[in-house]
């Protein structure tokens, strides 16, 4: 069965740091990655996808993320946080073949001060 | 394009009643997923519908069921409520052409307590 990884439950950064988090994934194949982010009592954002290709993937708000399969982990980055990062970001793995189930992680909730 | 809307936003129940929370999927999408978040369990898929059919079941008892009609907007029933069932319920969209794996668009979700 696939399963995801967030091993931080709770992340504190400086605005203007730079920013990564980390999600492990266990699927028996190359999966289709995701990360959301989740504003509190919203839905969910979807900020970036992987199904194939380059490995390194650009999404909305200026995040980016890698695919290392060699880790099983699609690590969640950006250069520089904003106050407006602080949110709550999950990881996620969907299985190909048309299967709209996702899996997410527990987690992170990222929290920028001053 | 309007994004998915759940109704009602807000929900208040006590413990034995049923309860009914209502989808509507973006404009063409087919596949209505929903999803099940509460503090202690995170994120749990419930199950998804597809041409008036659920196409995929998670793990939840038989208390919670669900149902697509032809204009693709959803519906999910919780019965006998318990105090365990509150949590936001979050529906999810996505085209569904038939190619592969399709992004899923997120609802603003339905808080759902129990008392």
């Known amino acids: 069965a696939q399963s995801v990884t967030q091993p931080d439950i709770h992340i504190t950064v400086s605005e203007g740091a730079s920013l990564e988090l980390r999600c492990n994934y266990s699927?028996?194949?190359?999966?289709?990655l995701f990360w959301y982010v989740q504003s509190p009592g919203q839905g969910l954002q979807l900020l970036l996808k992987?199904?194939?290709?380059?490995?390194l993937v650009q999404g909305i708000k200026g995040f980016e993320a890698e695919f290392k399969r060699s880790q099983s982990s699609f690590n969640l980055r950006k250069p520089s946080v904003h106050w407006s990062d602080a949110a709550e970001y999950f990881c996620?793995?969907?299985?190909?073949?048309?299967?709209?189930?996702?899996?997410f992680g527990t987690g992170t909730r990222l929290t920028i001060i001053p | 394009k309007a994004g998915v809307t759940q109704t009602p936003r807000y929900l208040i129940k006590t413990r034995g009643q049923q309860v009914t929370l209502s989808c509507s999927p973006i404009?063409?999408?087919?596949?209505v997923s929903w999803y099940q978040q509460t503090p202690g369990q995170g994120l749990q898929f419930l199950f998804e519908?597809?041409?008036?059919?659920?196409?995929n079941k998670g793990n939840f008892p038989g208390r919670f069921s669900g149902r697509q009609f032809s204009n693709s907007r959803s519906e999910m029933n919780v019965s006998t409520l318990e105090l365990g069932d509150s949590a936001l319920y979050l529906c999810?969209?996505?085209?569904?052409?038939?190619?592969?794996?399709?992004?899923?668009?997120f609802g603003p979700g339905t808080r759902l307590t129990v008392l």
């Open positions: 999810a969209s996505s085209p569904d052409a038939g190619q592969g794996y399709n992004e899923q668009f």
């Open positions: 699927y028996g194949a190359t999966p289709y």
């Open positions: 992987y199904f194939s290709g380059d490995t």
């Open positions: 996620a793995v969907g299985s190909p073949g048309g299967n709209e189930k996702l899996t």
């Open positions: 404009s063409g999408h087919r596949s």
């Open positions: 519908y597809f041409s008036e059919t659920q196409r």
